[in-house]
């Protein structure tokens, strides 16, 4: 049997950093980069004495998170102390919340698919270990200590490697476009566990999960999915058996390792924290956030094709950026052909912002120059090639198309008659390509449209050359 006679079952836990600027129970910073222990005080030090009040901010993110996951917020959670022991989560105990969460039962939509969403409930991070700045003994920065964090549990529906990132990605867009998360993977705003499993396929039990912790890229989550599924699939076919454990990914090596064996529920003694009570929502505050929600990716996209009838592709492609969706939608209320808007959008704008940092806030782009740019291509003041190369002097510069135009002498020539005597200078110094083209070789017209907009210094209204060119070539 081969790996293709097994199925892969897989889970996430994504851990998400809320858009706060302080902690989830002290007042200090979560801003990334200061100097280690920088933003450190007694309550996220886990000093005796020292208690935890909660940001109420974080409340508001989860809610609003819940709410665009669809999922049932609930109007009492608790607080639940989670007892292990690392040495960079220094009270001995993580406060997260366990029996009742603040949501549950949601769900996500990948290219038709629904992934259910299990549970959403807030938790702080833990410190970091630091094993390589000291030869003599490992260090522990307690900056990201009591960061706020959201761990959004999937249902295991996915079904490979593939999915499992495509998963990930939507969740990091949809974060960050109803603006709970900054979707920095490398600074460890967003990471995830995976939980992998295979089974024969056909069998309806499932197999052993092992856990592979703090995945923090799409091509790692991908690459360590893909290993740890052939590893099980190899064991299996050996005659061994899958253990219930915890195993980290080696992206050096590609390859998973086992770090422990899989501790249950139990194992971490939950109980409720003592220092913290029940969490009861006013409804005002879940009304509040309902009604921050922006229209929703999906939504939008939705939009896009059954009113302004945008072929599937450009809707989805518009909407992969809140901050481009809506110039696009600024853009579409002035402008009447969508499709023209959006090869615009898909082809100019985004060619500039692929490897531009700052995004779309580091150009100086405004929807009336968006039209004003467009509608001199339609007039036919300037041809397309010249509305590329106007946009990107605009969107450098903030100057308005029009002045570009004017100032660089960009305009086209459209008047006949000085078309006409460009052409009629063309014709009669090519006397040879004249005849070879009366002779049938059709493929000339291209040589003297193109020698007749040399002379026109560029600027020459190709179409009107082109029917120039053909008149007179009879």
């Known amino acids: 049997m081969s790996i293709r006679d097994f199925q892969p079952v897989i889970g996430l836990e994504v851990h998400a950093q809320l858009t706060t600027r302080s902690k989830i129970f002290c007042g200090c910073s979560t801003a990334f980069g200061a100097e280690p222990n920088a933003h450190t005080c007694p309550v996220c030090m886990g000093l005796p004495g020292a208690l935890p009040v909660l940001n109420r901010q974080v409340v508001e993110l989860t809610v609003r998170t819940g709410l665009a996951l669809g999922c049932d917020v609930k109007q009492t959670s608790i ?57 003599r003994a490992s260090l522990v920065d307690f900056n990201r200590a009591c960061t706020p964090l959201m761990e959004i549990v999937s249902e295991p529906d996915l079904r490979s490697s593939e999915e499992a990132a495509h998963y990930l990605k939507t969740l990091r867009d949809l974060l960050v476009w109803i603006g709970v998360n900054d979707g920095n993977l490398e600074e460890g705003s967003l990471r995830c566990d995976a939980n992998v499993s295979v089974m024969r396929r056909g069998a309806e039990k499932y197999g ?21 599924i052939a590893r099980q699939v190899e064991l299996i076919e050996g005659g061994g058996q899958v253990s219930q454990e915890t195993r980290l990914y080696d992206p050096d090596l590609n390859e998973t390792r086992s770090l422990r064996s899989k501790e249950e529920a139990h194992d971490y003694r939950y109980f409720p924290e003592p220092d913290l009570l029940p969490l009861t929502l006013e409804p005002a505050l879940i009304d509040r956030e309902r009604a921050r929600l922006p229209e929703l990716p999906a939504a939008k996209a939705t939009r896009y094709i059954d009113e302004l009838g945008l072929p599937a592709y450009d809707a989805h492609v518009l909407v992969a950026d809140r901050a481009v969706a809506e110039l696009f939608d600024a853009c579409a209320a002035r402008y009447p052909d969508a499709k023209k808007l959006a090869n615009w959008f898909m082809g100019e704008l985004l060619r500039v912002l692929k490897d531009r940092a700052g995004g779309l806030s580091s150009l100086k782009v ?11 291509v339609d007039a036919g003041t300037i041809s397309g090639g010249t509305g590329k190369q106007v946009f990107a002097e605009w969107v450098e510069s903030g100057e308005s198309p029009k002045e570009i135009v004017a ?34 070789n059709a493929k000339l017209l291209g040589f003297f449209v193109g020698q007749a907009m040399k002379a026109l210094g560029g600027k020459g209204n190709p179409q009107l050359i082109n029917e120039i060119v053909k008149k007179k070539l009879g």
């Open 79 to 135: 607080w639940a102390r989670k007892n292990y022991f690392y040495p960079d989560l220094p009270k001995g105990y993580q406060i997260s919340q366990y029996e009742q969460p603040i949501c549950e039962h949601g769900k996500l939509e990948i290219e038709g698919k629904t992934i259910r969403i299990l549970r959403i409930h807030m938790e702080e991070d833990a410190g970091k270990s630091v094993h390589d700045a000291d030869a």
């Open 208 to 228: 052993t999960r092992c856990e592979i912790k703090n995945l923090n890229s799409f091509r790692f989550l991908q690459k360590a999915i893909d290993y740890e």
């Open 366 to 376: 405004t929807p009336e120059g968006f039209v004003e740019l467009l509608g001199l």
């Open 407 to 440: 100032r660089k002498g960009l305009a086209q020539v459209s008047d006949t008659g000085a078309i006409e005597k460009a052409v009629d200078a063309v014709i009669a110094a090519n006397a040879e390509n004249v005849a070879k083209y009366k002779a049938g």
